[in-house]
């Protein structure tokens, strides 16, 4: 047993090897703790303090902006763009723990700050990538599952099926039918959250490997951090990879609550559903154009533009060209525009400081970089967008073509690994503070009438 004040906690024990995930866990309900009291207090103060005010046009457009969840881990902010735990992406750079290269952050150290809100040590990620390796084991039938798919299976398809193939090895699921108290759901979501984060790069190099590898098989490498190890699964080895691989998986990790992927694993998982339930159901969110898809869809355009211009380094005039016959045919310029950013996405500017300090002379990166200065003036002056800047996946895939990964249908699955790191991080914390099934209420468009007619006849609008 592990204790953090008064109350014991069921912690998993791996061979005597837990040493330092056990620390983890204690700090992590320490802080829950804190902070359910925090918000219990908050509720009986300011319960009813009104938040929000509800426009019918929010109502109709996607709920944009409405504030209405509480996501622990990360919160954007329109013009620094996403800070995880206070901590914008520059200053992640500078203090998360970094590799032996000592260029880019761990994406462990990440995890670490999204569950505890400290910033770790060395030790600590040390003891998180051992963790890591310790639960990275795959049951045959996952594979087995994703073998039953054809090849021609798009790669995100082949990852969720692996997912929810991996269901299987959910503790809470156990401790749920075998009648766990609902005080220590967050226990065994919190060893699901470590686990499955342990194995996700396993089913997603397996999938890369099986589709465009020929079967090559996971060459793990143990000793490495979780983000090299992920590289090395893929086939590639390179020192510049290994670290393009661990800035890539840490700004993808998170950005706030109100998102398809992270909003979808909070809500599936606010009906108890366990965290490999979850996660799937976010991928499937993730894979759609709008969200997640759309960093291969930007390379997807590029090569095209490529191929009709019959250059790999189009002028920046003929970019502008371009861009202006995409909007012309009714299509979108994939990898420009957020719904709340209002500026270059941080995530694009990290992009381009590792691209300029590693393949600064490479056309497809350079043709992102002249893009970035043809199109936001473009989509400007068609007066209909209110953010005409790039946002991360304007250029993540730029920078895997440089290394020879071409393969774009994979580039969503790249974006699920990380994002796995946060939303299993704000599924503890949900758990933890205890919240309650989502379920806003909906309305029709009749009764909108009705308010607003009865609103009319009081001059009340």
């Not at 009813?48 to 109502?59: A, D, F």
């Not at 039938?141 to 021609?152: C, G, N, Q, R, W």
């Amino acid at each position: 047993m592990c204790f953090s004040g008064t109350k014991s906690i069921k912690c998993e024990d791996f061979d005597g090897k837990n040493d330092k995930m056990i620390e983890i866990k204690k700090k992590f309900y320490a802080k829950a703790e804190q902070a359910a009291a925090e918000i219990k207090d908050l509720l009986k103060t300011n319960g009813q303090t009104p938040v929000e005010t509800v426009t019918v046009s929010q109502l109709y457009q996607g709920m944009r902006g409405i504030t209405s969840i509480v996501s622990e881990v990360s919160l954007l902010d329109p013009l620094e763009g996403i800070k995880f735990r206070g901590f914008t992406i520059p200053e992640l750079r500078e203090n998360l723990p970094k590799a032996q290269d000592g260029s880019e952050p761990l994406p462990e150290g990440l995890f670490y700050l999204m569950l505890i809100g400290e910033l770790p040590s060395e030790a600590d990620v040390k003891g998180i990538s051992e963790q890591l390796a310790l639960r990275s084991d795959i049951p045959e039938h996952v594979f087995k599952t994703i073998d039953a798919l054809p090849l021609s299976a798009h790669p995100m398809t082949q990852f969720v099926t692996g997912i929810m193939a991996l269901q299987t090895e959910s503790k809470f699921a156990k401790a749920y039918a075998e009648g766990i108290n609902k005080k220590e759901y967050w226990d065994p979501i919190f060893e699901d959250a470590v686990d499955l984060i342990a194995r996700v790069p396993y089913i997603a190099a397996y999938v890369y490997n099986r589709k465009y590898r020929n079967g090559a098989p996971l060459n793990s490498d143990k000793s490495l951090d979780w983000a090299a190890n992920f590289a090395k699964m893929l086939g590639y080895d390179a020192p510049d990879f290994l670290k393009l691989m661990r800035l890539y998986l840490t700004i993808h990790a998170d950005h706030e609550g109100g998102n398809v992927s992270a909003h979808t694993v909070h809500l599936v998982g606010s009906a108890l559903s366990d965290p490999y339930l979850s996660f799937a159901a976010g991928m499937n969110g993730l894979a759609g154009p709008l969200h997640g898809l759309a960093n291969q869809e930007v390379v997807k355009w590029i090569f095209e533009m490529q191929e009709k211009l019959g250059t790999d380094l189009p002028t920046k005039e003929q970019i502008v060209q371009y861009t202006k016959d995409t909007l012309a045919a009714g299509k979108v310029v994939p990898g420009y525009g957020h719904g709340v950013l209002r500026r270059t996405d941080p995530r694009f500017l990290a992009q381009m400081e590792f691209g300029k300090e590693y393949m600064p002379d490479d056309h497809m990166v350079q043709t992102v970089w002249n893009i970035f200065e043809a199109v936001p003036d473009v989509l400007g002056a068609t007066g209909k967008i209110k953010n005409p800047w790039p946002n991360v996946d304007a250029h993540s895939g730029a920078l895997l073509v440089h290394f020879g990964m071409k393969e774009y249908e994979f580039y969503t699955v790249l974006f699920g690994v990380s994002r796995a790191l946060g939303v299993m991080a704000n599924m503890c914390w949900s758990r933890a503070l205890g919240f309650p099934l989502e379920r806003p209420k909906s309305t029709t468009t009749n009764a909108i009438k009705d308010w607003l007619a009865a609103g009319a006849e009081q001059g009340a609008i």
